[in-house]
């Protein structure tokens, strides 16, 4: 391991804590320093016929600075050393998922919500937050919170237009928009954190969480939104912050080293939203929603990661402690103290709950390959 980087930094425990708790996800980087917006060039090099606009809800694996605007955290390097190089509030080395989505449209990446300066918000807008959860519901910044936060912005854009004046996005633009939603690592986590009886937590905890995403679904449809993007939960289990944690034996650790029950926890998380996706498609007149299987794409690159080019699936980057997680929860990542490693290229794992850049290229790769999809559509089909 390298020495630590920014180590000195005063981490506020609260970041910490929401470091430990949050859901998020972390290439080969090509681009210049300081090169994050794509050219706008609209017809001649994008795939899609109108200008694509995304509304993104979720949590760290798609907050792209919300909680750095909303709470004024500072997440410094070596976050985004890979790619931006520079702090952007991800909680990465580089790209998140939704940032390799927003490239394969060539539009900018979006931007939160939140961020007062900078923003352009004619690609549509960010509301994820780090450490965001569906329940409880109307806490900042629980899912449904996101979704009110997007009819606020939906209604004073409207009255904008209304009153003679202009919006980033227009009428058509929130018609023909793209609605994506990855939200429940939280939520899972915490379920499991609590030591609920595994039977509570599939018959109780993920379908009224479920329920949850159900419910910002119905709200957006209601709202004029047709188009939706929802993904599935990773393997919880496969999380060098859950591997970490003292166990009594390795009993249950499966072939390729992670945790069982969690990983089934996940998977039962999985079916349970895509049946209710199956349910809405059949309900909704004139809605499409697309379920891409997230478990399924970053199981096979764990169980597989030297056929990806990595090298550690399960040990966290930046973190402490060394092998075989490289994770203390008294030391995560930018905590005083820890450390980094050389080439987080070669790591899954950023720090112990985020994937990497070169991670995070990968598993967008094979949500855009459309194999894991249901149904098996591209994801420009909303600007086609
Ligand atoms: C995006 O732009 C690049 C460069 O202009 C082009 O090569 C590529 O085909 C475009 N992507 C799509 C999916 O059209
Ligand atoms: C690993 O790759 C092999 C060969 O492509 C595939 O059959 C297998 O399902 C993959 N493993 C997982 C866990 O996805
Ligand atoms: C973290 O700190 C607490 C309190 O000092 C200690 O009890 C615990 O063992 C530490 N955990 C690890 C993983 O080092």
Redesign the pocket.
């Known amino acids: 391991m390298a020495a630590a980087g920014d180590g000195g930094h005063g981490v506020p425990p609260a970041v910490a804590v929401l470091m430990a708790a949050a859901v998020l996800l972390a290439a080969a980087s090509t681009m210049v320093a300081g090169q994050e917006e794509h050219d706008d060039d609209p017809g001649s090099s994008s795939p899609c016929a109108r200008r694509p606009v995304v509304f993104a809800f979720g949590d760290s694996n798609t907050d792209t600075g919300g909680v750095a605007a909303g709470l004024g955290y500072y997440f410094p390097l070596p976050e985004g050393r890979a790619f931006f190089r520079r702090s952007t509030g991800r909680l990465c080395d580089g790209r998140l998922v939704i940032d390799y989505l927003c490239e394969s449209l060539n539009m900018s990446y979006l931007s939160p919500y939140l961020e007062a300066l900078g923003s352009d918000f004619t690609g549509g807008a960010n509301f994820a937050i780090s450490g965001s959860s569906t329940l409880p519901r109307t806490v900042a910044f629980a899912l449904h919170v996101q979704v009110q936060q997007f009819l606020h912005f939906k209604q004073r854009s409207l009255d904008l237009v209304a009153r003679g004046g202009s919006a980033p996005v227009d009428a058509d633009g929130f018609r023909n928009a793209l609605y994506l939603i990855d939200i429940g690592q939280n939520d899972l986590s915490a379920a499991f954190g609590s030591r609920a009886p595994y039977d509570d937590i599939v018959h109780q905890r993920i379908p009224a969480v479920i329920s949850e995403i159900k419910d910002a679904i119905m709200n957006l449809y209601y709202n004029g939104a047709k188009n939706f993007w929802v993904h599935g939960t990773g393997p919880l289990g496969c999380l060098p912050q859950k591997l ?1 944690a ?1 166990r009594a034996d390795d009993g249950d650790l499966d072939d390729n080293g992670c945790l069982k029950t969690l990983n089934d926890g996940a998977y039962e998380f999985n079916t349970q939203l895509c049946a209710v996706c199956d349910e809405m498609r059949a309900q909704l007149r004139g809605a499409t929603i697309v379920y891409t299987d997230v478990l399924l794409i970053k199981y096979d690159l764990i169980a597989n990661h030297t056929a990806y080019g990595f090298e550690e699936p399960l040990m966290a980057c930046c973190g402490y ?1 060394g092998p075989p997680y490289n994770y ?4 995560s990542c930018l905590a005083p103290g820890f450390r980094v490693c050389e080439d987080g290229a070669k790591f899954v794992s950023w720090d112990g709950v985020h994937y990497t850049d070169a991670a995070n290229a990968v598993v967008a790769a094979k949500m855009l390959s459309g194999q894991f999809s249901t149904p098996n559509l591209p994801f420009h089909y909303f600007c086609k």
């Open positions: 970490a003292p402690g203390n929860a008294n030391v």
